[in-house]
């Protein structure tokens, strides 16, 4: 099937519109015509090679909601006309144990990525939803409840199981405190996550002017981190801190706010960190960990999870061909939260 997106073929030239071909309909593959694609910075640091793995061309995006255009004979769970989405993965081995669990994006022999990955049967690089098709697996793809709005969906895909996931896995509930810093959009996400699912959420910022976010998307607090009264007084208090700050930074400074045994988790930064003092790590058995998407079966818990409790991402709605002024607005942060791509709407 042909298709056209929107590829990157190298890490200095702007995004074009690219023609190529979907792979031939297995038997357990839904064909999707994507609707909406949420952009995401790993987009940007993938289209500008910043992690050193690209492959040209690149279509990325892996926030993407749809609708079934066809199915293969073997599918069972989803016929022509429904409402899917895809996240960051495509493909996993499905029989090691980490696939048994149901933590795909642990398969031992490495999940696919839904971009810029060799598809373990044809070897071709899989490309993303910055395009007007995707051919997918059906145990990847995920199912979207009908009381959710589809336009703003997407970013549920990545941002939304990045946070989910990791709040779950700390158990967090009523009567949790938790930290959240960094006020993207993955921040943002875990805010109202955190929230729904009924914890006290402070939001910590170096910057003043984010308490009025942080309260509209309904933080109960809002610590400012350069304030060290405020920091000493807040010392101790939090059971979880999730640190969605997507750059190389220190965290010493936000370890004495958890309480003894609590845990510090990285969700932002992929690479280097800040050399640190290991102080108020050992003077409190606190813990710095971190935490990678979750499993597809995590990912339909937590679209139904915010079906039912009615949690949507806030979103600035563009055409594919903004695209590339998009990616700039992205690299200064000048976006409230993310971006989606309208299909529809865009004319490439
Ligand atoms: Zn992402
Ligand atoms: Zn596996």
Request: net charge negative.
């Amino acid at each position: 099937m042909k298709t056209t997106g929107y590829a990157a073929h190298s890490h200095d030239t702007p995004l074009v519109p690219y023609e190529y071909n979907c792979r031939q309909l297995r038997e357990d593959d839904v064909a999707i015509e994507i609707l909406y694609s949420g952009v995401c910075h790993s987009d940007l640091h993938t289209v500008k090679n910043d992690w050193g793995w690209t492959l040209y061309p690149s279509v990325p995006g892996h926030e993407i909601v749809g609708r079934v255009i066809a199915v293969g004979a073997k599918v069972t769970g989803y016929n022509k006309g429904d409402h899917v989405a895809v996240g960051c993965m495509v493909d996993s081995c499905q029989q090691c144990s980490q696939c048994h669990a149901g933590e795909e994006q642990f398969c031992e022999h490495g999940f696919t990525q839904t971009y810029n990955s060799p598809d373990p049967h044809t070897k071709e690089i899989t490309k993303g939803g910055y395009a007007k098709n995707i051919v997918v697996r059906e145990e990847f793809v995920l199912a979207v409840p009908a009381a959710l709005d589809l336009a703003k969906t997407a970013p549920l895909l990545c941002a939304g199981i990045t946070t989910y996931s990791p709040l779950r896995t700390w158990n967090v509930g009523p009567g949790s405190h938790v930290a959240v810093i960094g006020m993207g959009g993955l921040g943002h996400m875990a805010v109202k996550l955190a929230v729904a699912m009924g914890a006290h959420v402070t939001v910590v910022s170096r910057s003043a002017h984010k308490k009025a976010d942080a309260e509209a998307l309904g933080a109960d607090a809002f610590l400012l981190s350069n304030d060290e009264h405020s920091m000493e007084q807040a010392a101790s208090t939090f059971d979880l801190i999730v640190d969605t700050v997507p750059v190389k930074h220190d965290v010493t400074p936000y370890v004495p706010l958890l309480k003894i045994d609590g845990t510090l988790t990285l969700v932002g930064q992929v690479g280097p960190m800040a050399e640190m003092n290991t102080v108020p790590l050992v003077m409190g058995r606190r813990r710095i960990a971190a935490s990678l998407i979750g499993g597809i079966a995590e990912t339909q818990e937590m679209l139904d999870f915010c079906a039912r409790m009615n949690i949507l991402p806030e979103v600035e709605m563009i055409t594919m061909e903004q695209i590339n002024e998009a990616f700039e607005r992205l690299e200064r942060a000048d976006v409230h939260y993310r971006f989606v791509i309208d299909m529809q709407k865009s004319t490439f």
